[in-house]
């Protein structure tokens, strides 16, 4: 009897312990991503819109239009947006080879429309780039690209060997700490003075609802990057800006900064290890 006692009590012990093994490892399995789901909610943002685009600008020195409809894939247009950064939607106008840059701000007409009367310098391709937040969605940049016609004169873009500029009267130096590399958290820095007397400038007034904003472009265009002030209430002398360069490679820099009523933009060339 005692025979029996013992082999049913071992049985008893070997079923719990295997029991217990199974459970162990469930428990140690590979947890799951966590930013998995916030992966998934960034594709179905970005799969939410597209942009329409028109333009009758097709020389340069002549002005023309841009239209932008913004629509769901259904084709519905999209009925509204959220403020960002004091606009509906940011249009960035940049030339094949970097060396004309504008950031302008279309008129909504309503029903996902916008529209805006412009022109382009020269000759050769453009890039447009819109940036928007639908009201139910996330930051969306949508882009498309068109000809001016006639002879076409690049300009070669080549790193600065010094980050220091004078612009309307005012010197700009930008620091980058540290060197700039592929997914590193890099400050950028910039200073403000007065080309005269050096003195710094203090009085920069809102652009935007911030002190300044930047947008940098890699040399194929193919990597757009609007970043916004640390400090967005500063007025200077200094304005920090926060970034991460996605590849390597060469990057143009627009700072831009406002001062008596005027918007004056810095432009910085910058290679990336």
Do not use: R, W
């Given at each position: 009897m005692k025979k029996w006692l013992i082999r049913i009590s071992?049985?008893?012990?070997?079923?719990?312990?295997?029991?217990?093994?199974?459970?162990?490892?469930?428990s140690s399995s590979k947890p799951a991503d966590p930013h998995a789901d916030h992966k998934t909610e960034e594709k179905k943002a970005e799969s939410q819109t597209h942009v329409e685009w028109s333009t009758t600008i097709h020389k340069p020195k002549s002005s023309g239009e841009i239209n932008i409809k913004v629509k769901e894939h259904s084709g519905k247009a999209v009925p509204e947006f959220k403020?960002?950064?004091?606009?509906?939607?940011?249009?960035?106008?940049v030339s094949e080879d970097l060396s004309y840059f504008d950031h302008v701000h279309p008129e909504y007409?309503?029903?996902?429309?916008?529209?805006?009367?412009?022109?382009?310098?020269?000759?050769?391709?453009?890039?447009?780039?819109?940036?928007?937040?639908?009201?139910d969605g996330a930051q969306t940049?949508?882009?498309?690209?068109?000809?001016?016609?006639?002879?076409?004169?690049?300009?070669?873009?080549?790193?600065?060997?010094?980050?220091?500029?004078?612009?309307?009267?005012?010197?700009?130096?930008?620091?980058?700490?540290?060197?700039?590399?592929?997914?590193?958290?890099?400050?950028l820095t910039f200073q403000i003075k007065d080309a005269t007397n050096k003195q710094g400038i203090t009085d920069l007034q809102p652009y935007l609802g911030a002190v300044g904003h930047v947008v940098i472009l890699s040399e194929d265009t193919e990597e757009y990057l609007h970043v916004h002030p640390m400090d967005e209430k500063s007025t200077g002398p200094e304005a920090k800006f926060h970034t991460k360069f996605p590849k390597s490679g060469i990057y143009k820099i627009w700072g831009q900064f406002q001062r008596d009523g005027k918007v004056f933009t810095v432009p910085f060339v910058v290679k990336v290890l």
């Open positions: 071992c049985l008893v012990l070997a079923v719990a312990l295997v029991a217990c093994g199974n459970t162990t490892n469930n403020v960002n950064h004091e606009k509906l939607l940011h249009l960035i106008i007409k309503g029903s996902g429309e916008f529209t805006i009367q412009t022109q382009v310098p020269k000759a050769g391709k453009y890039k447009l780039i819109a940036d928007y937040i639908p009201k940049t949508q882009t498309y690209t068109f000809t001016a016609q006639g002879d076409v004169n690049k300009e070669a873009i080549q790193p600065d060997p010094k980050l220091v500029k004078v612009v309307d009267g005012k010197e700009i130096s930008l620091q980058i700490s540290p060197e700039p590399q592929v997914n590193q958290q890099t400050m």
